[in-house]
């Protein structure tokens, strides 16, 4: 698995951005012609390149266009989970707004623009580009750019000029941080700054990347609020009730437990809703909302328990992989790390199991790492409780595994 890496700007301190512009243009018109180009682009650049080209996107084509405007736009905003940190994004780069030409962006976690801020000359520019409430900023939409390039790497990224996929933007550059939601793990949106190319400083990516971590870090201190809240619903209703019991707020995160596996966090069935479901770790439970949340009671073995098939679905055909696990009680989806993810299709892939050297020589390309395997093993079954077996790892005789990835992987 490649390591995160840190914010990377496109223009280094020092260099002339204009020369580095003109040097690009030469490469990118060498490349769209299938021409030997001058120098290789960004690795993050080239990459992103290829997976454009492929999904069609017209390097010619013009401006993007508002997809959602109106009462849809306002329903975007409030189901982002982004509406809570737009004040603390737009403050946080006020100060890169002062030159009157650069506009602040946020934009949603499929790259739709939500939230807009500059100066009228600034506004307008971005108005004849398309950077609009409303618009698309995808990498399928509009091509290489800060947003959806960002959306897709999961890092902070600055695009120059010329590292843009359509032509049409070759005179701007951005940088674009994604923002995740510390409860989920999952990147709910982007900051980005744009302005013209001529604007390009290295440090601006770096600031966007800053500003980013602490709205998480806000959302993250709201979160904590919400399952004190929880905590204080549930303390009654966990003091009236004998045996184990537990609350869990809407992601899974568990408030308060009585007599029960200790967990951080169980992955609850879509929809928190009244009945019985199969949790992992805990098995088949009696879940009864509660306001952000569910109290959550295991069910007696043997009691009204019939055994149900169990499919489990591996989505890797994006960025954040998907695991979706359905029974008769219910489904769940989970969203692991791309270490897990590299797990979960090997033991898609190989049924019959693999021991704890063969994980190691997979992932690591080192039969030697078993203590790491294992520790990452451990997590996945407490996780994925009836779903993995152990010794060796694999999935459960019962489950039926689907995988989906993408064409070129192997």
């Given at each position: 698995?490649?390591?995160?890496?840190?914010?990377?700007?496109?223009?280094?301190?020092?260099?002339?951005?204009?020369?580095?512009?003109?040097?690009?243009?030469?490469?990118?018109?060498?490349?769209?012609?299938?021409?030997?180009?001058?120098?290789?682009?960004?690795?993050?650049?080239?990459?992103?390149?290829?997976?454009?080209?492929?999904?069609?996107?017209?390097?010619?084509?013009?401006?993007?266009?508002?997809?959602?405007?109106?009462?849809?736009?306002?329903?975007?905003?409030?189901?982002?989970?982004?509406?809570?940190?737009?004040?603390?994004?737009?403050?946080?780069?006020e100060t890169l707004l002062d030159?009157?030409?650069?506009?602040?962006?946020?934009?949603?976690?499929?790259?739709?623009?939500?939230?807009?801020?500059?100066?009228?000359?600034?506004?307008?520019?971005?108005?004849?580009?398309?950077?609009?409430?409303?618009?698309?900023?995808?990498?399928?939409?509009?091509?290489?750019?800060?947003?959806?390039?960002?959306?897709?790497?999961?890092?902070?990224?600055?695009?120059?000029?010329?590292?843009?996929?359509?032509?049409?933007?070759?005179?701007?550059?951005?940088?674009?941080?994604?923002?995740?939601?510390?409860?989920?793990?999952?990147?709910?949106?982007?900051?980005?700054?744009?302005?013209?190319?001529?604007?390009?400083?290295?440090?601006?990516?770096?600031?966007?990347?800053?500003?980013?971590?602490?709205?998480?870090?806000?959302?993250?201190?709201?979160?904590?609020?919400?399952?004190?809240?929880?905590?204080?619903?549930a303390a009654p209703l966990l003091?009236?009730?004998?045996?184990?019991?537990?609350?869990?707020?809407?992601?899974?995160?568990?408030?308060?437990?009585?007599?029960?596996?200790?967990?951080?966090?169980?992955?609850?069935?879509?929809?928190?809703?009244?009945?019985?479901?199969?949790?992992?770790?805990?098995?088949?439970?009696?879940?009864?909302?509660?306001?952000?949340?569910?109290?959550?009671?295991?069910?007696?073995?043997?009691?009204?328990?019939?055994?149900?098939?169990?499919?489990?679905?591996?989505?890797?055909?994006?960025?954040?992989?998907?695991?979706?696990?359905?029974?008769?009680?219910?489904?769940?989806?989970?969203?692991?790390?791309?270490?897990?993810?590299?797990?979960?299709?090997?033991?898609?892939?190989?049924?019959?199991?693999?021991?704890?050297?063969?994980?190691?020589?997979?992932?690591?390309?080192?039969?030697?790492?078993?203590?790491?395997?294992?520790a990452e093993m451990s997590r996945?079954?407490?996780?994925?409780?009836?779903?993995?077996?152990?010794?060796?790892?694999?999935?459960?005789?019962?489950?039926?595994?689907?995988?989906?990835?993408?064409?070129?992987?192997?």
């Amino acid at each position: 698995m490649t390591p995160v890496r840190g914010p990377e700007p496109a223009v280094s301190a020092g260099e002339d951005p204009r020369h580095y512009a003109r040097l690009l243009a030469a490469v990118y018109d060498a490349t769209m012609a299938g021409e030997k180009a001058p120098a290789r682009p960004r690795e993050v650049v080239g990459d992103s390149w290829r997976r454009v080209r492929e999904r069609g996107v017209d390097p010619d084509c013009g401006a993007a266009s508002a997809t959602v405007d109106g009462p849809t736009l306002e329903a975007h905003r409030r189901s982002s989970g982004l509406d809570v940190v737009v004040d603390r994004l737009t403050a946080g780069v006020e100060t890169l707004l002062d030159d009157g030409e650069t506009v602040a962006i946020i934009a949603d976690r499929d790259g739709t623009i939500l939230w807009r801020e500059g100066a009228p000359v600034a506004i307008g520019r971005a108005d004849g580009l398309g950077f609009v409430p409303g618009a698309n900023w995808a990498e399928d939409a509009v091509g290489t750019n800060a947003i959806g390039t960002a959306l897709v790497t999961r890092r902070a990224v600055q695009i120059f000029s010329a590292e843009h996929y359509v032509r049409s933007h070759h005179q701007w550059t951005c940088a674009g941080a994604p923002i995740r939601d510390p409860a989920t793990g999952r990147v709910i949106g982007v900051l980005d700054v744009s302005g013209p190319a001529r604007t390009a400083h290295p440090a601006t990516v770096a600031l966007v990347d800053a500003v980013s971590r602490l709205a998480e870090s806000e959302l993250r201190e709201q979160h904590r609020r919400r399952l004190d809240r929880l905590r204080r619903v549930a303390a009654p209703l966990l003091a009236g009730r004998a045996g184990p019991v537990a609350a869990l707020d809407t992601d899974g995160w568990v408030a308060a437990v009585d007599a029960m596996s200790p967990a951080d966090r169980i992955p609850l069935p879509e929809g928190v809703r009244a009945g019985r479901h199969r949790l992992p770790v805990w098995g088949l439970c009696e879940v009864d909302p509660l306001p952000g949340g569910g109290l959550v009671r295991p069910v007696p073995h043997g009691i009204d328990d019939p055994a149900s098939a169990t499919t489990v679905h591996l989505d890797l055909r994006s960025s954040t992989a998907t695991v979706r696990i359905g029974t008769t009680h219910g489904q769940w989806v989970h969203h692991p790390s791309p270490r897990h993810a590299d797990v979960l299709c090997l033991l898609a892939r190989h049924r019959d199991g693999l021991s704890a050297a063969d994980l190691a020589a997979h992932l690591f390309a080192d039969r030697s790492r078993v203590v790491t395997v294992r520790a990452e093993m451990s997590r996945l079954r407490r996780m994925f409780g009836g779903v993995l077996e152990a010794r060796p790892y694999r999935f459960a005789d019962d489950v039926d595994v689907t995988l989906a990835v993408d064409q070129n992987s192997s």
